[in-house]
């Protein structure tokens, strides 16, 4: 069920990959430009027209998403990175992933724990393996079975999570489009360091699935502003 994460681990590093040719691994950037635009949104292309960014605001915070290659090993094909300065507690740690990377991430540090004796404070891990070691998953009962089957929440403060992550938020997380976006797809959605973000896989790169992750994390941004959210100590 999880081969196609777990082999990714033995790829060649991002960036030594061919890109894939603009007319297939793309969507149709003016279309992307025309809907922006009615989002009040703005579009930039990069990469000689071969990838875009979009920048925004949620309740006066500037967010930006960008697609690009890959920046880690366990993601195929295209990439979206998506950042957003809320002004939170930087205390606050809450990270969303969906299952299946979870437990391909966890096979990879036990890996390295065992190999190579290193701590698991060691700052040269990558950090989703640091991330692993210090925050625990939690959960509760006020959501349903089946998106703790799609995804694991972990934080130092279950309260915080609790807070943050509603069924508005939950009932978002698991809509997305069928079947360009399933449970095997790898996806992170963090607030870390008074920053929100999303880091997901685009492959291949359909503008409904680019579509719903806007809206995914635009919610996920607006309900951690408005959350009573607070950092330990």
């Known amino acids: 069920m999880f081969d196609r994460i777990k082999k990714a681990f033995s790829r060649p590093p991002a960036g030594s990959e061919p890109s894939a040719d603009g007319g297939e691994a793309a969507a149709d950037h003016n279309r992307i430009s025309e809907w922006a635009q009615t989002q009040g949104w703005g579009f930039v292309e990069q990469g000689g027209g071969r990838k875009f960014a979009l920048e925004?605001?949620?309740?006066?915070?500037?967010?930006?998403?960008?697609?690009?290659?890959?920046?880690?090993?366990?993601?195929?094909?295209?990439?979206l990175r998506v950042r957003a300065e809320l002004g939170i507690d930087d205390d606050v740690s809450i990270l969303v992933m969906n299952r299946p990377l979870k437990e391909a991430l966890e096979k990879k540090a036990y890996g390295i724990f065992t190999d190579s004796l290193q701590t698991t404070a060691d700052p040269r891990l990558p950090e989703e393996l640091r991330w692993?070691?210090?925050?625990?998953?939690?959960?509760?009962?006020?959501?349903?079975?089946?998106?703790?089957?799609?995804?694991?929440?972990?934080?130092?403060?279950?309260?915080?999570?609790?807070?943050?992550l509603d069924m508005a938020l939950?009932?978002?997380?698991?809509?997305?489009?069928?079947?360009?976006?399933?449970?095997?797809v790898p996806?992170?959605?963090?607030?870390?360091?008074?920053?929100a973000y999303l880091r997901m896989e685009y492959n291949?790169?359909?503008?409904?699935?680019?579509?719903?992750?806007t809206r995914v994390f635009t919610l996920a941004c607006e309900k951690a502003i408005i959350a009573p959210l607070s950092g330990r100590g």
């Open 56 to 79: 925004g605001s949620v309740l006066g915070r500037p967010w930006r998403l960008e697609q690009g290659r890959p920046s880690r090993e366990f993601i195929h094909g295209e990439e």
């Open 132 to 164: 692993l070691t210090m925050f625990p998953e939690v959960g509760w009962e006020s959501l349903p079975n089946l998106f703790w089957s799609r995804y694991a929440v972990l934080s130092d403060d279950r309260d915080n999570a609790l807070a943050w």
């Open 170 to 184: 939950a009932e978002q997380l698991m809509d997305w489009p069928h079947p360009a976006h399933n449970a095997q």
């Open 187 to 195: 996806f992170m959605l963090m607030l870390m360091r008074g920053k």
């Open 204 to 213: 291949p790169p359909e503008m409904p699935v680019l579509q719903h992750a």
